[in-house]
T-cell receptor, first 116, second 114 residues
Framework: GAVVSQHPSWVICKSGTSVKIECRSL??????MFWYRQFPKQSLMLMAT?????????EQGVEKDKFLINHASLTLSTLTVTSAHPEDSSFYIC????????????FGPGTRLLVL | GENVEQHPSTLSVQEGDSAVIKCTYS??????FPWYKQELGKRPQLIID?????GEKKDQRIAVTLNKTAKHFSLHITETQPEDSAVYFC?????????????FGRGTSLIVHP
């Protein structure tokens, strides 16, 4: 099946710094990429949906100035957590989809962020 | 918007037993229902899915049933094995404008005891 990678797999940073997470579709072109946040033992909460070359659509309650998403190409999307605080510590997972078919949504391995 | 409820939150079974996880959804327009398996610290992986024009789908030891009238769908795992231990998420999605953005349930932690 299709492969989606994320980098880094984990990051520890000090409060106030910004962290960039990359999501890449390795063997296919993703028309849509999704960013999720997952707290321990909880569900996947959609943060935003992005289409290549256009602005991301953020879910209600997600601060777009804090979580900057850039979908610069059909194989790369980035999520930047600006001025990170301890409450931003979480597991961030991206997924990429080919076209509109839901069966083609593939998840990345996730990035664990710990803000001290 | 769509609301997906999933039960139970934790399910403990003996190896060889069957496991059933149930989900309900609120939006009658939803027409695609995937199930994902997520092992600890790893990515969710699609294990089976069903569309609203089908009542049941089976893949080896895994089956999914859908009751559109009642708006609920279930995952059935037979002859469970320790490697089935993981968190399982159901989801429901519909294509407003073709988007198919899934709404996930809260997850069920399945523990299969050898």
């Amino acid at each position: 099946g299709a492969v989606v990678s994320q980098h880094p797999s984990w990051v520890i940073c000090k409060s106030g710094t910004s962290v960039k997470i990359e999501c890449r579709s390795l063997d296919f072109q993703a028309t849509t990429m999704f960013w999720y946040r997952q707290f321990p033992k909880q569900s996947l909460m959609l943060m935003a949906t992005s289409n290549e070359g256009s602005k991301a659509t953020y879910e209600q309650g997600v601060e777009k100035d804090k979580f900057l998403i850039n979908h610069a190409s059909l194989t790369l999307s980035t999520l930047t957590v600006t001025s990170a605080h301890p409450e931003d510590s979480s597991f961030y997972i991206c997924s990429a989809r080919v076209g509109a078919l839901p069966e083609t949504q593939y998840f990345g391995p996730g990035t664990r962020l710990l803000v001290l | 918007g769509e609301n997906v409820e999933q039960h139970p939150s934790t399910l403990s079974v003996q190896e060889g037993d069957s496991a059933v996880i149930k989900c309900t959804y609120s939006d009658s327009a939803s027409n695609y229902f995937p199930w994902y398996k997520q092992e600890l610290g790893k990515r969710p992986q699609l294990i089976i899915d069903i569309r609203s024009n089908v009542g049941e789908k089976k893949d080896q030891r895994i089956a999914v049933t859908l009751n559109k009238t009642a708006k609920h769908f279930s995952l059935h795992i037979t002859e469970t094995q320790p490697e089935d231990s993981a968190v399982y998420f159901c989801a429901a999605s519909n294509p407003p404008g073709g988007s198919y953005i899934p709404t996930f349930g809260r997850g069920t932690s399945l523990i299969v005891h050898p």
